[in-house]
Structures are given as structure tokens and as C-alpha cells.
């Protein structure tokens, strides 16, 4: 029996490296799929954006299994995206600052006629840092939404996450490895 083939539709660097933390081997394929969207709650976004991704993928590869995510920061009900310069960074720092956040991640997974279109929130509480820790980040994380790395070791904005950490960084582990259960694929524990 052919092994299934696996094909991540993200260019994330985090993804990739979650993805083979917990012992999947994958294909990699960008999707360059359009991100506007109309819809105003964040889990219908998430889901929504992920599931165009992975559909993106799966139209050209109809026998792979197309696994998609996305994740955005939501701040007092508004949508914190990736910052478009270092202007931008700094004024997302600068409310984060000492607050609590939510942090929403929406994942496709795309297999011939079947699919499960899931997401996790988890609050994330941000310590309160001097001008001078705050200058620091500023410009850089500019791939994130939100303008910081949960997973960066010598970021310590992050004071506490109250949920899945994996869904911070971009996969929720916990609901990704009952959904790929249903698919008959075994994640490794999470460390």
C-alpha cells in the first residue's frame, strides 16, 4: 500500500517546523490565495481562509491530503494582521502592551471528498514591558500577525497562554491530532 501524500499549503516556517516536530513527512506548496474577506468573526475567518488555501491545493493535487491553516490576533474585538512596515509593528506593540489577547487558528484538512475545517482560540496575556524592552521588538516579527513570536526564546513579551501554545504559533496541536485521526494519521506527542 502507497503511503499517503502529504502536502502543507503554507509557507510558514513555524508550520514546517511543528509539522516534522510531530513526525510528518510533507510536500510544501504555497497556495497564493487572495486573504480578503467580508465576514467580521474571527473562527469564520480563520476557517474560511484556510479552507480557500487548502482548496487552492488540493484542485492540483486531488490525491494528496492538503493540510492549510491560518491564524490572526484579535485585541478588543479588532483584527491585529501581520504589520506592513515598522511604523505598523511599533503601533501593535504598543497595544499589546500589558494586555490579553486572543489568538484564533482555523485548519483545513482536504483529502478527495472528505474535509474537516476546525479552529482553536487560546487568550494570550502580555507582560507589561518598559519603553526600552518595547523598542526591542519593533520591526521584528514582521511575518506574524500580532508583531511577536510566542516561540522566540529571547521574546519575552508573552507572560502567559492560557490554552493550546501550538494554537499561538500557528497549529493546534490537540484538535489537529484528533482531526488527522480521522484520516488515519498519527502525530507524534507534542513536547
Known amino acids: 500500500m502507497r503511503k499517503q501524500q502529504i502536502i502543507l499549503a503554507s509557507l510558514s516556517p513555524r508550520r514546517i517546523s511543528l509539522l516534522k516536530q510531530w513526525g510528518l513527512s510533507f510536500k510544501i506548496i504555497s497556495n ?13 475567518i480563520v476557517k474560511e481562509l484556510a479552507y480557500r488555501k487548502g482548496c487552492c491545493v488540493a484542485q492540483k493535487y ?17 483584527i491585529i494582521g501581520k504589520p506592513r512596515s515598522k511604523k505598523e509593528s511599533e503601533k501593535i506593540i504598543r497595544e499589546l502592551n500589558g494586555s490579553v489577547h486572543k ?11 472528505k474535509q474537516s475545517v ?3 482560540v487560546a487568550n494570550v496575556k502580555m ?6 524592552a518595547l523598542s526591542q521588538l519593533f520591526g521584528k516579527h514582521m511575518d506574524k500577525a ?12 508573552v507572560e502567559k497562554i492560557y490554552g493550546d ?12 491530532a484528533q482531526e488527522l485521526k480521522k484520516f488515519k494519521i498519527n502525530l507524534k506527542p507534542a513536547l
Open 32 to 44: 497564493g490565495v487572495d486573504e480578503t474577506t467580508n465576514l467580521v468573526k474571527p473562527s469564520y
Open 62 to 78: 486531488s490525491n494528496a491530503l492538503v493540510l492549510s491553516a491560518d491564524t490572526i490576533v484579535v485585541l478588543n474585538n479588532k
Open 103 to 113: 489568538v484564533y487558528t482555523g485548519v483545513a484538512i482536504i483529502h478527495k471528498n
Open 118 to 120: 476546525f479552529y482553536d
Open 127 to 132: 507582560r507589561k514591558l518598559s519603553e526600552n
Open 146 to 157: 500580532g508583531a511577536y513570536a510566542v516561540q522566540d526564546s529571547n521574546d519575552n513579551f
Open 165 to 176: 501554545y501550538y494554537t499561538v504559533v500557528g497549529l493546534p496541536y490537540i484538535k489537529l
